[in-house]
């Protein structure tokens, strides 16, 4: 627990690691603090001690788990609980047996120069002039070629359920943003992604942990061209929009929306008479095209479907090559994400929401409490895959109040944790004596992050004349090439299968 000591040279790599999600892993985080007293005290009423639990602990809690606090019960009084992942914690690893995760991963005490314990300011500073003068068996001890791959990430960001757990089997599978990273385009080893990037990112820490400018005394001039050092960024910007809201620090929530903001894509894709509607005719799917807008129309009290396609952007441009896990990670059964549609004309305006986020479900009720415990089996993943699409279908009728014009706006939405899971970490516990539509009266205030769009504007003619319809606008900052729209769609009804005729909403 001493990172004030690496802050004194460190200091911006402290700063990043300070507001990051690995710092406030432990009871310091409100939504960890909650899942984990669960599994604590059903360890304890169902085994007689707290020893499951360490299965949390390996990755959440590696302070008091190594100095062997984790097994009291009233560890939540104990500094250790606060702690996190510390900078030795990480920095202490010396290696990764396998990418199996479960914090598969050897610690050795790290060695120090001499006084590096000591109180006294002197020997303090004599501490610090040392490593200074001669820093390399410094960086030797805490910075090794393993922390600069992906397979260190893995040693916890992999998880497997075993039977201590669940009492269920010896092994199932769990969160796996590794394995998703790793069969993806964008890690250069995955071959059934449907895109590639131009170049391969092998490692995590290439899209997490940006170079920032810094003068600490570990910078350094990663570009010769650019005479400013930098270090890599300690805090993770990701998809945990929850933590910086709720410590207030509304300027680091902008780091993890602009992360995401560019990381998928969705369009308007097309439309069709909803009295011929079926997901796999293509010859009646007209595509919607900006470049196309012409005299042609959409009729009041017209009823037509609109498909839409979204899709995990492993782009050539360096900025969206960050799709390289499954949306939305890395736990699914507490995320919240959907494909929203608002309709908007003269006197009417309308809205449909069609969630795509993925559910563990466990005796059918959903693993809602990050309740590992009580996981058993997966029935259904409705995760879109790095590299792939996904098809969104809606019905809609033009109103006879329409006016000259119809807009139509989709947005793709996505907020860290749903709303009963966050009534139960803020709140009492209301929700278990609720049914699960009760959910939608519960307040959830954590921040939305709306990660791409696209706006279509439509001419409204009478209800008469040609058959037809064209696109007037459309807002997607660079629509990609004709070709590649009907190749998304075409991916996402690939993968929708014969579910496709039925996904109507």
């Known amino acids: 627990m001493m990172d004030s000591y690496c802050q004194k040279c460190h200091e911006d790599g402290y700063q990043g690691w300070f507001h990051s999600a690995h710092h406030f892993s432990s009871f310091n985080n409100p939504a960890y603090r909650f899942s984990v007293r669960e599994t604590r005290t059903v360890a304890q009423a169902r085994d007689g001690n707290l020893k499951a639990s360490r299965w949390c602990a390996g990755c959440h809690d590696p302070v008091p788990l190594l100095t062997g606090r984790f097994d009291d019960p009233n560890l939540e009084g104990d500094p250790t609980a606060q702690a996190g992942i510390t900078c030795t914690s990480c920095h202490s690893i010396t290696a990764v047996p396998g990418s199996t995760g479960n914090g598969g991963y050897v610690v050795e005490e790290p060695l120090h120069y001499p006084f590096a314990f000591s109180t006294n300011a002197v ?5 610090q002039t040392l490593v200074k003068s001669r820093p390399e068996f410094h960086k030797q001890t805490f910075l090794k070629p393993l922390h600069k791959t992906a397979e260190f990430c893995a040693a916890c960001h992999k998880v497997s359920i075993p039977y201590e757990v669940n009492h269920y089997k010896e092994w199932l599978r769990g969160q796996n943003s590794y394995d998703s990273f790793l069969v993806s385009g964008v890690s250069g080893h995955g071959a059934r992604s449907f895109y590639y990037p ?13 170079l920032q400018p810094s003068l600490d005394f ?11 050092p930098a270090i890599h960024n300690h805090h993770f ?3 945990n929009a929850a933590l910086p809201f709720l410590r207030g620090e509304t300027n680091l929530l902008q780091d993890h929306e602009r992360f995401l903001q560019g990381a998928l894509r969705v369009d308007v894709f097309g439309l069709k008479e909803a009295a011929r509607w079926t997901a796999h005719c293509w010859r009646r799917c007209v595509p919607v095209c900006p470049p196309c807008a012409g005299t042609r129309r959409i009729w009041s009290s017209w009823s037509f479907g609109i498909c839409g396609s979204v899709i995990s952007l492993p782009k ?29 004309a003269a006197r009417w305006t309308r809205g449909r929401i069609s969630s795509t986020s993925s559910c563990w479900i466990i005796k059918a009720r959903r693993i809602d409490r990050r309740n590992a415990q009580d996981i058993f089996t997966p029935l259904y993943n409705h995760q879109l895959n790095p590299g792939s699409a996904q098809v969104v279908h809606y019905r809609l009728t033009v109103p006879d109040t329409a006016a000259d014009t119809l807009t139509l706006t989709v947005k793709l939405q ?3 944790f749903d709303t009963r899971y966050v009534s139960m970490f803020l709140g009492p516990d209301r929700t278990n004596a609720l049914p699960r539509e009760a959910a939608q009266d519960l307040t959830n205030t954590l921040p939305i992050i709306t990660i791409a769009s696209d706006t279509v504007t439509f001419q409204v003619g009478p209800d ?10 459309s807002n997607l900052p660079a629509p990609p090439p004709e070709w590649q729209r009907w190749n998304d769609y075409g991916i996402g009804l690939l993968l929708e299968g014969d579910r496709g005729s039925e996904k109507v909403n």
């Open 218 to 228: 570990g910078a350094k001039r990663f570009d010769p061209t650019n005479p400013v």
């Open 237 to 239: 910007a990701s998809a």
């Open 414 to 416: 996505y907020r860290k």
């Open 316 to 344: 050539a441009l360096p900025t969206r090559m960050r799709s390289g896990w499954t949306c939305w990670p890395p736990t699914p059964d507490a995320n919240w994400a959907a494909v929203a549609a608002w309709i908007h």
């Open 123 to 127: 020997l303090q500073f004599i501490n």
């Open 198 to 210: 131009e170049r391969a990112q092998p490692k995590c820490a290439g899209c997490h942990m940006p």
């Open 464 to 473: 008469s004349g040609p058959a037809g319809f064209s696109a007037v606008s």
